[in-house]
C-alpha cells in the first residue's frame, strides 16, 4: 500500500515562511511527477506548484518568486518552502505524486492534507 503523509502546516503571521514536507512509503518501484496543489474553504482545489521526476518545475502565477518545490529521490520526499507568506495562500495543501508500484503499475496519489493558516 502506497501513502503520501505531509507534514509542516501550522500558523504563521504575514510575511513568514514555512516548509511542507511530503514522504512517500509502501511498494515503490517509481516516482514520476510530483506536486502540491491547495484547497481554500469555499473553493476549488488549485495547483501551486509541480515538479518532474527530472527536475523541472512549474508555480502558479500567485506564488512564483516566493514558493520553492523541491524533491529528494533517494528519500522519495517532496518539498515546498513557502517564504513571504500572505493571507491568501491559508488552505489546505495536498501532496499528490504518479508512483509506479514494484509490479510496474503507474497510479496517482494524494496525501491527506495539511493546514496552512496566514494570519496576525
Known amino acids: 500500500q502506497v501513502q503520501l503523509v505531509e507534514s509542516g502546516g501550522g500558523l504563521v503571521q504575514p510575511g513568514g515562511s514555512l516548509r511542507l514536507s511530503c514522504a512517500a512509503s509502501g511498494s515503490i518501484s517509481n516516482i514520476y511527477d510530483m506536486g502540491w496543489y491547495r484547497q481554500a ?17 512549474n508555480y502558479a502565477d500567485s506564488v512564483k518568486g516566493r514558493f520553492t518545490i523541491s524533491r529528494d ?9 513557502m ?8 488552505a489546505v495543501y ?27
Open 41 to 57: 474553504p469555499g473553493k476549488q482545489r488549485e495547483l501551486v506548484a509541480r515538479i518532474t521526476i527530472g527536475g523541472n518545475t
Open 83 to 90: 517564504n513571504s507568506l500572505k493571507p491568501e495562500d491559508t
Open 94 to 120: 495536498y501532496c499528490t505524486a504518479d508512483i509506479a508500484s514494484t509490479r510496474g503499475i503507474i497510479t496517482n496519489y494524494w496525501g491527506q492534507g495539511t493546514q496552512v493558516t496566514v494570519s496576525s
Open 73 to 81: 529521490n533517494v528519500k522519495k520526499a517532496l518539498y515546498l518552502q
